[in-house]
């Protein structure tokens, strides 16, 4: 019965520290929820005040973004133009060709009458 006693009384000593260092965890972890939430809501209004906050530069980054569109605009506008004026006159030149052919046909079978009286 002694020794039934003595671990029993062991055991509700070690139950005992048990529970005083759970309650000491919990107050622990309490505090260190309160300082995190402390933490949030100072970062979050913080946030909220750098949200509202316009940079310096962004004036400038705009103004800036404004022209370069515009410039794109014009470029796209003569590339435009150059295929256009590109394509017409490679129309131009295979008109002027065909022409040519037309008006002159032994034109282009002179050069080879030329190279055969030659090589006789």
Avoid: C, G
Avoid at 15 to 31: C, F, K, Q, R
Avoid at 45 to 60: G, T
Avoid at 90 to 100: P, R, W
């Amino acid at each position: 019965m002694i020794l039934v006693s003595i671990l029993s009384q062991t055991e509700i000593q070690r139950v005992t520290h048990i529970l005083d260092n759970s309650a000491s965890d919990e107050a622990n972890l309490e505090m260190k929820i309160e300082k995190k939430k402390a933490d949030l809501e100072r970062n979050q209004k913080r946030l909220r005040s750098l949200a509202n906050v316009r940079p310096a530069f962004m004036d400038d980054y705009e103004k800036l973004e404004r022209e370069l569109s515009q410039q794109y605009e014009i470029y796209i506008e003569k590339h435009r133009n150059l295929s256009y004026l590109e394509h017409l006159l490679e129309e131009h030149n295979k008109v002027e060709q065909n022409q040519m052919e037309v008006s002159h046909p032994l034109h282009n079978v002179l050069p080879y009458y030329k190279i055969q009286s030659y090589t006789n």
